[in-house]
């Protein structure tokens, strides 16, 4: 059949237009599964790729420079060994070749604030990782639970959850702290009784994406075929809505380290001798004139893992969501997420009225190469 | 009319008050804002001067919380503003030719305030949470920090009665949030 035709004249088979889609799609591109789509999407987002190498960087050296356990990392000192104080325990960093002895300066007991620090590191991330697991797991149980029963187990777990919600979650983050003390198993025990308070938000979420999907056909069909529901809520319903529980654990992360860091700052999460960046900061808040840099390293660290967890949460949140698809001039850039995207707009409105099409800008980055957006409202991030 | 003229006035006059005793708030106190306490120690003046030590000891923490709310807002007014100025009553009133300045806020922002509301309602008791750290840091002695020692000490009484006031104070906003959503939106019945 011949493509040039005029379609007014010769209206063509609905079959042949139909292969000739087809045709179409397959000669332009290949096609992709959900996975590889989703794994592309996120690699095209570059916040969240660059903050995906700091965060990985930041565990691999937290927890290899003084080893897992705090003894035996290629750094050589413990976070526990006092030395003497050398120089008012000022870095050495920049200043005594690259590292020198002490790069991140010693505390009042002459101890490696470096080591310190990435013990502090450690003990932050495990915390994060283990309150995201544990108020993940909890939450997507109560949610898919009250969607998929309705009817007073729905009611109750969902009384349950508003009244956890209705408690300030750092009163009730500390209560959980201080009795995970008197327990054994430390810094991970008191991560699971963390994921106890935190929950709340993950079953609701979870909820309303169960008594959305329980609508849909396959549910129905699986239910008439006589499925148990353990295996439909399993099977069916959370494969479904993996989107929402994987970013949403994402920024659970993110919150469960400010979480952990508040906690420790008021006393009631980490005790010394162990430490944590909160504690870090807690011990050392006097200083601040002082010594500054005992303050500044444990809270650049804190919003070093703070900000790249959430900008991954971002990059997995565009990567999954197909209803907002945002290739092309909608794709989220470096600058856009720091807050300058209005910078952009204004250059090409500018290079617009000084007579340059768009297609001027293919030198430039591709910040700048927006192109005209058909509807710059609908571009929000969130 | 006349209430919100007696407001207004005696607004104006209170702070003349005030502005007339800043200078001997001043030679009291030379440097008017620091950051310990909720009142200066050994501060010795009238009325005003003490309301004045007050509120300049009032003015860090209240920042700090402040900041700490702002962004959360304003992306939420962002989004769903964004969300109401694409409706069609806006095109409508634009059609009809109502000025700017009207339609973005009877008809916009109007709309847009209800999700708003929801948040800040819930905010109500994070806030209450922060204000913990606030009061550690700036060593108020306030209900957080009551909270705090009463936790460290292992005393249940001030921990309960913290649980209890901050719940209680959440779901009373959220019951206010319920009223103001019937105030914004006409159409929601209470």
């Given at each position: 059949?011949?493509?040039?035709?005029?379609?007014?004249?010769?209206?063509?088979?609905?079959?042949?237009?139909?292969?000739?889609?087809?045709?179409?799609?397959?000669?332009?591109?290949?096609?992709?599964?959900?996975?590889?789509?989703?794994?592309?999407?996120?690699?095209?987002?570059?916040?969240?790729?660059?903050?995906?190498?700091?965060?990985?960087?930041?565990?691999?050296?937290?927890?290899?420079?003084?080893?897992?356990?705090?003894?035996?990392?290629?750094?050589?000192?413990?976070?526990?060994?006092?030395?003497?104080?050398?120089?008012?325990?000022?870095?050495?960093?920049?200043?005594?070749?690259?590292?020198?002895?002490?790069?991140?300066?010693?505390?009042?007991?002459?101890?490696?604030?470096?080591?310190?620090?990435?013990?502090?590191?450690?003990?932050?991330?495990?915390?994060?990782?283990?309150?995201?697991?544990?108020?993940?797991?909890?939450?997507?149980?109560?949610?898919?639970?009250?969607?998929?029963?309705?009817?007073?187990?729905?009611?109750?777990?969902?009384?349950?959850?508003?009244?956890?919600?209705?408690?300030?979650?750092?009163?009730?983050?500390?209560?959980?702290?201080?009795?995970?003390?008197?327990?054994?198993?430390?810094?991970?025990?008191?991560?699971?009784?963390?994921?106890?308070?935190?929950?709340?938000?993950?079953?609701?979420?979870?909820?309303?994406?169960?008594?959305?999907?329980?609508?849909?056909?396959?549910?129905?069909?699986?239910?008439?075929?006589?499925?148990?529901?353990?295996?439909?809520?399993?099977?069916?319903?959370?494969?479904?809505?993996?989107?929402?529980?994987?970013?949403?654990?994402?920024?659970?992360?993110?919150?469960?380290?400010?979480?952990?860091?508040?906690?420790?700052?008021?006393?009631?999460?980490?005790?010394?001798?162990?430490?944590?960046?909160?504690?870090?900061?807690?011990?050392?808040?006097?200083?601040?004139?002082?010594?500054?840099?005992?303050?500044?390293?444990?809270?650049?660290?804190?919003?070093?893992?703070?900000?790249?967890?959430?900008?991954?949460?971002?990059?997995?949140?565009?990567?999954?969501?197909?209803?907002?698809?945002?290739?092309?001039?909608?794709?989220?850039?470096?600058?856009?997420?720091?807050?300058?995207?209005g910078?952009?707009?204004?250059?090409?409105?500018?290079?617009?009225?000084?007579?340059?099409?768009?297609?001027?800008?293919?030198?430039?980055?591709?910040?700048?190469?927006?192109?005209?957006?058909?509807n710059p409202q609908?571009?929000d991030?969130? | 009319m006349?209430?919100l003229?007696?407001?207004l006035?005696?607004?104006?006059?209170?702070?003349?008050?005030?502005?007339?005793?800043?200078?001997?708030?001043?030679?009291?106190?030379?440097?008017?804002?620091?950051?310990?306490?909720?009142?200066?120690?050994?501060?010795?003046?009238?009325?005003?001067?003490?309301?004045?030590?007050?509120?300049?000891?009032?003015?860090?923490?209240?920042?700090?919380?402040?900041?700490?709310?702002?962004?959360?807002y304003t992306?939420y007014t962002r989004a769903s503003m964004l969300e109401s100025i694409n409706q069609d009553y806006i095109r409508t009133a634009r059609a009809k030719g109502v000025n700017e300045r009207t339609v973005i806020f009877k008809h916009a922002f109007r709309n847009s305030m209800i999700p708003v509301t929801?948040?800040?309602?819930?905010?109500?008791?994070?806030?209450?949470?922060?204000?913990?750290?606030?009061?550690?840091?700036?060593?108020?002695?306030?209900?957080?920090?009551?909270?705090?020692?009463?936790?460290?000490?292992?005393?249940?009484?001030?921990?309960?009665?913290?649980?209890?006031?901050?719940?209680?104070?959440?779901?009373?906003?959220?019951?206010?949030?319920?009223?103001l959503?019937?105030v914004l939106d006409p159409?929601?019945?209470?």
């Open positions: 059949m011949s493509m040039n035709r005029d379609p007014q004249n010769d209206p063509a088979p609905a079959a042949d237009l139909a292969e000739m889609e087809d045709a179409r799609l397959a000669q332009r591109e290949k096609s992709y599964s959900q996975g590889q789509l989703v794994r592309r999407r996120f690699f095209a987002h570059k916040p969240a790729v660059i903050s995906m190498i700091v965060l990985l960087s930041i565990i691999v050296v937290a927890f290899t420079s003084i080893g897992p356990t705090g003894e035996g990392g290629w750094w050589g000192k413990s976070f526990l060994q006092t030395n003497p104080v050398v120089d008012g325990g000022r870095p050495t960093m920049f200043r005594d070749g690259f590292l020198g002895e002490y790069p991140f300066g010693q505390d009042n007991n002459g101890r490696d604030y470096f080591a310190l620090v990435m013990r502090g590191a450690q003990q932050s991330l495990i915390v994060a990782f283990g309150v995201a697991l544990s108020s993940t797991v909890i939450g997507v149980l109560v949610g898919a639970l009250a969607g998929y029963f309705r009817g007073w187990v729905e009611s109750l777990l969902m009384r349950l959850t508003d009244t956890v919600i209705v408690v300030p979650l750092l009163a009730l983050a500390a209560v959980f702290g201080s009795y995970a003390q008197n327990l054994p198993g430390g810094t991970l025990t008191l991560a699971l009784l963390l994921g106890c308070v935190t929950w709340t938000g993950m079953a609701r979420l979870v909820r309303a994406e169960v008594l959305s999907l329980r609508e849909k056909e396959y549910v129905a069909a699986a239910a008439a075929m006589g499925a148990h529901p353990a295996r439909i809520i399993v099977k069916h319903m959370l494969p479904n809505s993996v989107g929402v529980i994987i970013v949403n654990a994402t920024f659970a992360i993110a919150a469960a380290i400010l979480l952990e860091t508040s906690l420790s700052f008021l006393g009631f999460g980490i005790q010394p001798p162990e430490s944590s960046l909160g504690l870090l900061i807690d011990l050392n808040q006097n200083a601040f004139t002082t010594r500054p840099w005992l303050f500044w390293f444990p809270g650049l660290f804190i919003i070093a893992i703070a900000l790249s967890v959430n900008f991954i949460g971002d990059g997995l949140r565009d990567a999954i969501d197909p209803r907002q698809k945002r290739t092309g001039d909608k794709r989220p850039t470096l600058r856009g997420v720091l807050g300058f995207r910078s952009a707009t204004a250059q090409q409105r500018l290079a617009a009225r000084t007579g340059g099409t768009p297609d001027d800008d293919s030198t430039h980055d591709e910040t700048l190469n927006l192109g005209p957006t058909p609908k571009d991030d969130r | 006349s209430v003229t007696a407001a006035y005696s607004g104006l006059v209170l702070l003349d008050h005030f502005m007339r005793h800043w200078p001997g708030f001043l030679s009291l106190k030379p440097r008017p804002i620091s950051t310990i306490g909720s009142s200066s120690p050994n501060f010795d003046g009238n009325f005003w001067e003490v309301s004045l030590d007050h509120g300049t000891q009032l003015l860090l923490p209240t920042t700090l919380l402040m900041v700490v709310s702002v962004a959360t992306r929801t948040i800040v309602a819930f905010d109500f008791a994070g806030l209450i949470g922060g204000s913990v750290i606030v009061e550690r840091v700036f060593g108020w002695r306030g209900m957080g920090e009551l909270f705090a020692t009463g936790l460290g000490n292992s005393d249940p009484a001030p921990v309960m009665a913290f649980v209890l006031v901050t719940g209680a104070a959440a779901v009373l906003f959220n019951l206010i949030a319920d009223l959503y019937a159409r929601i019945r209470v």
